[in-house]
């Protein structure tokens, strides 16, 4: 038993964190059905897979069983968006300290392309690796899994904002503002920017998602 459960556990995993990275890239939005049998298909794997990688995803709070529906990627709420933000304003005031300015000003720059594109998804998906190298600064491959899918979780909630423009285009630019500052070594008032930044975030999104 042993033998043959290892694998098909494998490739549940498998599954589950390529469908968790088309949510974080914004590929699979709010409400979006998931069909077992095409993602079979897609994935070459049975359906007790894909069964088991939609266990996995529930237990990130990623996707919800709909009576007579099936599976669906969730649709967030204000108590959600505020659990998200939680953890946000718990790790990424620790990383400051230790991410690499450069590697925060690449992803900049990287978002910066993208809004001058008018390529709002890519500039959400570039915010959101803003965040993801800030946390990955502390080290621990525990919070860095942890935290792809809290950031996946929140890619939802952007997904239910109406104009990506008005939503990322200010956050954008306090992000370039964060790496100028941490440049010049001003860390405690970076630090104060960050939660700022995280605070008024939530604030914007428990009042689009409550919509």
């Given at each position: 038993m042993p033998t043959t459960a290892a694998p098909a556990a494998g490739l549940a995993d498998q599954v589950a964190r390529e469908l968790r990275e088309r949510i974080l890239t914004g590929d699979l939005g709010s409400g979006r059905p998931l069909r077992e049998s095409a993602l079979a298909a897609t994935h070459a794997v049975s359906r007790n897979t894909v069964?088991?990688?939609?266990?996995?995803?529930?237990?990130?709070?990623l996707v919800?069983?709909?009576?007579?529906?099936?599976?669906a990627v969730r649709t967030l709420t204000p108590d959600d968006v505020r659990d998200i933000y939680r953890v946000r304003l718990a790790?990424?005031?620790?990383g400051l300290a230790l991410v690499d300015p450069d590697e925060l000003a690449a992803v900049v720059?990287?978002?910066?392309?993208?809004?001058?594109?008018?390529?709002?998804?890519a500039v959400s998906t570039a915010d959101l690796r803003f965040h993801q190298v800030v946390v990955a600064a502390l080290?621990?491959?525990?919070?860095?899994?942890?935290?792809?899918s809290v950031l996946a979780e929140q890619r939802l909630a952007f997904a239910q904002?109406?104009?990506?423009?008005?939503?990322?285009?200010?956050?954008?630019?306090?992000?370039?503002?964060?790496?100028e500052m941490l440049r010049r070594g001003e860390l405690q008032a970076t630090?104060?920017?960050?939660?700022?930044?995280?605070?008024?975030a939530r604030d914007q999104l428990c009042d689009a998602v409550a919509v």
């Open positions: 069964r088991e990688a939609f266990r996995l995803l529930a237990r990130d709070r919800v069983h709909e009576a007579h529906k099936g599976v790790l990424e005031p620790a720059a990287v978002a910066r392309r993208a809004a001058a594109a008018d390529d709002w998804r080290g621990s491959p525990r919070f860095d899994e942890m935290f792809t904002v109406a104009s990506g423009r008005d939503l990322h285009a200010p956050y954008l630019e306090r992000n370039a503002a964060m790496v630090e104060s920017e960050l939660r700022d930044y995280l605070r008024t």
